[in-house]
């Protein structure tokens, strides 16, 4: 069984940086090479919303307008890991973000199969 878990959210002031990361387990070996891994975000009670993708190779990303320029996603196969590195932050990011994967490639979360619990990210002053 596929286990995705999200680390590295906390409360940072407007402006300020967090890293996300996900590991995931629970597949065979190069498994991660051929899954695309996302990150969106959710409020409780609210949709799942799309923050950015990353292939399984690494070589092809996608964003949200909204996080353009401010977020980079990124993934380390050896350690079945994918990050999503968040500058600048507004206090409009606030919301728990949640890694997912995928065996297509696309910005809509019905695409994926597979969830973690999620890590909160609170941005204000």
């Known amino acids: 069984q596929v286990q995705l878990v999200e680390s590295g959210g906390g409360s940072v002031q407007p402006g300020g940086s967090l890293r996300l990361s996900c590991t995931a387990s629970?597949?065979?070996?190069n498994y991660w090479n051929y899954h695309s891994l996302g990150w969106f975000r959710q409020a409780p009670g609210k949709?799942?919303?799309?923050?950015?993708?990353?292939?399984?190779?690494?070589?092809?990303?996608e964003y949200a307008d909204s996080v353009k320029g401010r977020f980079t996603i990124s993934r380390d196969n050896a350690k079945n890991t994918v990050y999503l590195q968040m500058n600048d932050l507004k206090p409009e990011d606030t919301d728990s973000y949640h890694c997912?994967?995928?065996?297509?490639?696309?910005?809509?979360?019905?695409?994926?199969?597979?969830w973690g619990q999620g890590t909160q990210v609170t941005v204000s002053s």
């Open positions: 997912a994967q995928t065996a297509g490639w696309g910005i809509n979360p019905i695409f994926y199969e597979f």
């Open positions: 949709e799942r919303i799309f923050v950015a993708t990353i292939s399984g190779s690494g070589r092809d990303t």
């Open positions: 629970g597949a065979g070996l």
